[in-house]
């Protein structure tokens, strides 16, 4: 038996990391390290940066490649069996590595916010001891990076998907929705002009682009900066923050 630790490190700034979670890489003897392929190897390049400044004796590294996900059948069909063929590749690494007791995955944000890592998790045989330790996810680094607070004087917001505001419009009640996993600009799909926008793209990083603004205005601003930023890179993590302007008249 083993105990997993799901240890989230913000935005790949290594300042992100708390004090908890380095303690925790310290304590493993095998970190589970995934591959995306060769145009976003600088991912598992900033794990591997991470790791070596919070320990002098890194441990034990197991690489793993992300299978790809297949989109016949559904969405939800799709992601569950995904999460299926990432769980086989956790527990062969794992098993290979009979002697780990304090196995961990560092994980991009926090691990209770749009990651599934804990669903992945579940799916183990036999169920490993899970702990997770909190990290700063992406909406406190754009509120952060823009200066602005995540939502109006005593009113509601929602934390939501590309995917959904494209299918469901702007989400019921809520005067401010934060838009993660959204590689469509989705916010194309919405009435622009009753929208103001705060945009970032790794944020946190060096590399960190801000655009703010009324949505009319720098769409297709940011549509553009994201994309040429993605040719660049290999690959891009953006979130954005809508507000929804009140009729004042």
Not at 21 to 45: C, H, N, V
Not at 88 to 116: F, M, T
Not at 205 to 231: D, F, H, S, Y
Request: charged share 25%; net charge neutral; hydrophobic share 45%.
């Amino acid at each position: 038996m083993f105990e997993l630790s799901l240890i989230g490190i913000g935005t790949g700034n290594p300042d992100h990391l708390t004090f908890q979670g380095a303690e925790a890489i310290r304590k493993s003897d095998l970190i589970l390290i995934p591959r995306k392929g060769e145009g976003k190897s600088d991912l598992a390049g900033l794990r591997e940066m991470i790791i070596g400044q919070v320990t002098k004796t890194p441990p034990t590294i197991a690489y793993f490649d992300i299978p790809v996900r297949r989109t016949e059948g559904g969405y939800l069909r799709g992601v569950d069996a995904w999460h299926d063929a990432i769980a086989k590749r956790w527990q062969d690494a794992i098993e290979a590595h009979p002697q780990a007791r304090n196995v961990a995955l560092l994980i991009w944000g926090d691990p209770s916010l749009y990651d599934s890592s804990l669903r992945i998790a579940a799916r183990l045989d036999p169920v490993p001891a899970i702990r997770v330790f909190p990290g700063i996810t992406a909406l406190q680094a754009l509120t952060a990076a823009h200066a602005i607070p995540v939502n109006d004087l005593g009113a509601p917001f929602v934390v939501t998907t590309g995917r959904r505001l494209r299918e469901n419009g702007w989400p019921a009640l809520a005067d401010r929705a934060a838009v993660m996993l959204d590689g469509d600009c989705s916010f194309q799909s919405l009435d622009m002009a009753s929208f103001d926008i705060w945009w970032g793209a790794y944020v946190g990083m060096k590399e960190e682009i801000l655009i703010q603004g009324p949505l009319t205005e720098v769409a297709n601003r940011i549509i553009e900066t994201r994309a040429t930023a993605r040719a660049n890179h290999g690959w891009i993590m953006d979130i954005y923050l809508l507000h929804r302007r009140k009729d004042r008249s």
